[in-house]
């Protein structure tokens, strides 16, 4: 998975939303302690930055280099560059210990993990009962309705470049396994929804599109999804409002439970 974000790190890192103060208020709320907060797939730190702000400790882990080279640095952040399904020694020797961990956070990137394995770990290094895990996504960017005929045309023409884990976001992260119990205050796990939203001009909007896997995928097959065409396309429909910056919203979905005894 992090081959795929390779050679886009510093596009993801300027391009991509962050995630909304109300989606980090709302986990952290869940958690009774704030000691120490996991981030797993922390990619260039945005969520971990967030959760330092809260948490004591927060450690990020990645196994793409080049995201983690790029991720913003805080006293009490750790971040740690791991391997591909770790074992459980190697997460205790190199990350965090057994029955330590408040809260852990994957956002937008459980869909691409060996969940099964993932949430075996998760379970051992939460704190029981109270250990909580929250993942979360976000979806196609929306601006108006000009601009967003455009990118659903183009969006529907990546379909066959996205990797199959991607149906999950598009689905929300309904449907995705999650076995955790209800955190206090909720009847279930979700999906429950927030928005981000990032002022763009056209060339940040462009260079958000082009830190997809899938155009990166594209690309190395010869494919340009970003055609002169479609990009004649884009620039017509961003000039039906007034100013290049425009407001772009990114609903956000979020599964969160706790372990349980």
């Not at 300027?14 to 907060?37: C, G, M, Q, V, W």
């Not at 750790?78 to 408040?102: F, G």
Request: with cysteine; net charge negative.
């Amino acid at each position: 998975m992090a081959d795929l974000f390779i050679k886009q790190a510093k596009e993801y890192q300027e391009n991509r939303p962050s995630y909304p103060p109300e989606l980090i208020r709302f986990i952290a709320s869940k958690t009774p302690n704030h000691d120490l907060a996991w981030d797993v797939g922390t990619g260039n730190g945005q969520a971990a930055v967030i959760l330092a702000g809260i948490y004591k400790n927060v450690v990020g882990t990645d196994t793409s280099e080049q995201q983690l080279a790029l991720a913003s640095k805080l006293p009490n952040i750790r971040y740690q560059h791991t391997r591909l399904n770790m074992s459980l020694s190697e997460l205790e020797r190199d990350v965090v210990a057994q029955d330590t961990v408040d809260l852990v956070t994957v956002a937008q990137a459980v869909h691409w993990f060996d969940l099964p394995t993932f949430y075996s770990r998760v379970k051992c290094v939460l704190k029981k009962p109270t250990g909580v895990l929250a993942v979360w996504c976000y979806i196609e960017p929306e601006v108006n309705e000009a601009v967003d005929i455009v990118f659903w045309k183009l969006y529907r023409a990546s379909g066959p470049y996205w990797a199959p884990a991607r149906k999950l976001v598009d689905d929300k992260y309904r449907n995705i396994d999650f076995p955790f119990e209800p955190v206090d205050g909720t009847d279930n796990t979700g999906p429950f929804e927030f928005v981000t939203e990032k002022s763009m001009d056209l060339d940040g909007y462009l260079t958000y599109i082009r830190s997809w896997s899938s155009y990166q995928t594209a690309k190395a097959k010869g494919v340009e999804l970003l055609s002169e065409e479609v990009i004649a396309d884009f620039e017509r429909a961003w000039q039906t409002e007034n100013g290049s910056r425009k407001v772009v919203r990114y609903p956000v979905y979020l599964r969160i439970g706790k372990v349980g005894n």
